[in-house]
């Protein structure tokens, strides 16, 4: 669900920034989403150690990166386009992986990231690729991410996990409104109901919903699954657009759709001669479950 609700996002993002600045934007849904998730686990928040404030505040680093680069680029480039582009952390984390922790990734894992992002083209790119001038600002925010996945994967079997995405959303809240101020926005507090409808939908389901189940799912799944389980951001949204808004459902979503779930299913078999990738270091030390 939080991979359909990032789907999804795209559009309603695309809406929002029509309204306001991107640092406006940005600090509004980051707020929204670190009192929904205070709300949610207050038992967790009142055991918050500084520890946790720590690696909360490092995490938002590559999140703010990747969110505000996202946001700014959605302005002046496709929908089809930034979801094809932010894909590309699907091969990023593998080779991240690689060269910075020094960690073997298996054969089949690029195998599936290659045809899983083949898929990703099929189904984002409906037809000729053109360039647009937020491609590299989509470019940059895909690297973002892909250090945030990674990054994640170390914070992952951390305690108060919830706690710390707390700290981790204001965080990148307070990074939104300097970086607004520094390029010169004042907070904007606009009277159009569809930004702060769109506000509502990124930070209480994309943000806080979507972000909340990555930690919790990061403590049994390597980073290049989780990076592999984003790819189906854009597969999402056109099966709701076709539910929801009647679109039509073409024969490329189809067989891009198809090529997404066969990275998946490839990367959760074993398959003969190809080494598997490790475990998780260790079991994981807490749960998403707490009760307010």
Not at 60 to 88: D, E, H, K, V
Request: with cysteine; hydrophobic share 55%.
């Amino acid at each position: 669900m939080g991979t359909a609700f990032w789907g999804i996002s795209y559009p309603v993002v695309k809406t929002g920034v029509s309204f306001a600045d991107p640092y406006s934007f940005q600090t509004y849904k980051f707020l929204l989403a670190a009192a929904a998730v205070a709300l949610l686990f207050p038992r967790q928040l009142a055991q918050l150690t500084w520890r946790s404030v720590g690696w909360g505040l490092l995490l938002a680093l590559p999140q703010f990166l990747g969110s505000t680069l996202q946001t700014i680029g959605l302005q002046t480039t496709s929908a089809a386009n930034a979801a094809f582009l932010t894909g590309l952390s699907v091969l990023l984390v593998p080779l991240g992986k690689a060269l910075l922790y020094r960690q073997a990734v298996a054969p089949k894992m690029w195998a599936a990231a290659t045809l899983a992002l083949v898929g990703l083209y099929v189904v984002a790119v409906p037809g000729s690729w053109q360039l647009h001038t937020g491609d590299g600002w989509i470019l940059a925010c895909a690297v973002a991410f892909a250090g945030y996945v990674l990054l994640g994967g170390r914070t992952a079997r951390e305690p108060h996990l919830m706690a710390m995405l707390v700290m981790q959303l204001l965080g990148c809240a307070g990074l939104a409104r300097l970086a607004g101020w520094g390029a010169g926005y004042a907070l904007a507090v606009p009277a159009a109901g569809a930004f702060w409808q769109a506000i509502g939908f990124s930070a209480l389901l994309a943000t806080a919903y979507g972000y909340g189940v990555q930690h919790y799912a990061q403590q049994y799944l390597s980073e290049e699954k989780v990076a592999l389980i984003h790819l189906g951001e854009p597969l999402f949204a056109a099966l709701a657009g076709a539910v929801l808004l009647h679109e039509v459902l073409t024969p490329r979503t189809v067989l891009g759709g198809l090529l997404i779930f066969g990275a998946m299913v490839l990367a959760e078999v074993k398959v003969r001669g190809w080494r598997r990738s490790p475990k998780p270091a260790s079991a994981p030390v807490s749960s998403i479950q707490n009760t307010p």
